[in-house]
């Protein structure tokens, strides 16, 4: 297995990620990630773009966008070659750190409520399932909202095995 790393996305990253993006996150919806849209988030002071690179080449990357009293996961994906070698929990523990130090302790995202890996993955990471929004994904799909409080992982109770995802 190749070793990978994590660093903020460069603008040049944008039209890569946008095509990962329409592949692998919004298979069969009208894309909504533009290659211009990911690179103003690269310039945004309040968001992060990270990626995962194998050398120079992006195998993952995740979007978060920071705000006052909650941090908004926008988009993670993983290319199907590097799944389950713990990318995209990185992507996420990482971005999840930069919101702890910032004081932003919850996480909110939206997913496909039929993608069954990702609800998976994110349960995994300690998310529980808050509501489901019909409709949410052009009107095809509903979406599944799932939120985390990372200050769980951080702060564990007195005498007890601090938390694991
Ligand atoms: C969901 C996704 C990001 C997971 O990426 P990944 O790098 O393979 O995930 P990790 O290796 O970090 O998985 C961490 C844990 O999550 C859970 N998990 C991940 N993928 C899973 C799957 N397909 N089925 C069940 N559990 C899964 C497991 O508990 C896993 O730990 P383990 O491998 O030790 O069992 C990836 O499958 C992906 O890119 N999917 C398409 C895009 C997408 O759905 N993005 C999320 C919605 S925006």
Known sequence: ??????????????????????????????????????????????????TARIQLAPIGFAIMRYGEDVAHLNLLAV???????????SLLRWLEETALTAGTFMIGLELRAGNEAARAFYRALGYREIGEIPGYYQGMESALRMVRDVRARCEPTPGTPQQTP
């Open 1 to 50: 297995m190749q070793d990978y790393r994590l660093e903020p996305a460069r603008v040049t990253d944008a039209a890569l990620l946008a095509a990962m993006s329409h592949r692998f996150v919004e298979t069969g919806l009208a894309p909504a990630w533009s290659a211009a849209r990911i690179r103003w988030h690269t310039r945004h002071p309040d968001s992060i773009v990270l």
């Open 79 to 89: 290319d199907p070659a590097h799944r389950r070698r713990g990318v995209a929990r």
